[in-house]
């Protein structure tokens, strides 16, 4: 359970800062109905690298994709929530018709409506986007992982600070009068 912050109520994330190693990993479902097919977020000290599970309507797996993003590229991270209208009217479509097909093969009529959920499903999507170099890059991530999506964000908003924070001199030599910055230690 992460450890929350009683004064604004907002979750921390965990992160094992070190030059070595990963500080922060989360793994998202690339679809629905392929719970089991994980696509993942990674952070550490220099980049953020995301590793997406492509999929031809959430239901056929169809490769992956990898992009490397610097800290020092990244500007913003956050989290949306979308619907797509085509992707529910398809998912109902498609149910209706596995429901009508109990009667003359009741096997293929659980598949068709098993597939019809799953893309209906596949609809509502919470979007992660990451502004870098002035475009954004969105990662869909399923309504029921948005957790994940949102400790992501946190874990990169916070790469971002420790990226700011050792570049400053300031900071780093301590020559700060008590004057210059509020709780600067």
Same mark, same amino acid.
């Given at each position: @359970?992460?450890?929350v912050? &009683?004064?604004?109520?907002?979750?921390?994330v965990? @992160?094992?800062?070190? &030059?070595?190693r990963?500080?922060?990993?989360?793994?998202?479902?690339?679809?629905?109905?392929?719970?089991?097919? +994980?696509?993942?977020v990674?952070?550490?000290?220099r980049? =953020?690298?995301?590793?997406?599970?492509?999929?031809?309507?959430?239901? $056929?797996p169809a490769g992956?994709?990898?992009q490397?993003?610097?800290l +020092?590229? !990244?500007?913003d991270a956050? =989290?949306?929530t979308?619907?797509?209208v085509k992707?529910? $009217?398809?998912?109902? !479509?498609?149910?209706? %018709?596995?429901?009508?097909m109990f009667?003359?093969?009741?096997?293929?009529g =659980?598949?068709?409506?098993?597939i019809?959920?799953?893309?209906?499903?596949n609809? $509502? @999507?919470?979007?992660?986007s990451?502004?870098?170099?002035?475009s954004?890059?969105?990662i869909?991530?399923?309504?029921?992982d948005?957790q994940?999506a949102?400790?992501i964000q946190k874990? %990169?908003?916070?790469?971002?600070?420790?990226?700011i924070d050792k570049?400053?001199?300031?900071?780093?030599?301590? &020559?700060l009068?008590?004057?210059?910055m509020?709780?600067?230690?």
């Open positions: @359970m992460p450890e912050n &009683r004064e604004t109520g907002e979750t921390k965990e @992160m094992n800062k070190s &030059r070595d990963t500080w922060f990993k989360k793994e998202f479902s690339a679809s629905a109905l392929l719970f089991w097919i +994980k696509g993942s990674s952070v550490d000290y980049f =953020v690298k995301v590793v997406e599970q492509n999929t031809v309507l959430g239901l $056929i992956s994709h990898k490397n993003i610097p +020092k590229n !990244i500007s956050s =989290v949306d979308s619907y797509s992707d529910f $009217i398809f998912g109902i !479509i498609i149910a209706f %018709i596995g429901l009508a009667g003359s093969s009741t096997l293929f =659980v598949i068709l409506l098993l019809g959920v799953g893309i209906f499903l609809g $509502i @999507m919470t979007k992660l990451i502004e870098k170099a002035g954004a890059y969105e869909q991530v399923l309504f029921y948005k994940s949102l400790d874990a %990169i908003e916070e790469a971002l600070s420790t990226d570049t400053d001199q300031s900071l780093y030599n301590k &020559r009068s008590e004057d210059d509020d709780n600067v230690q």
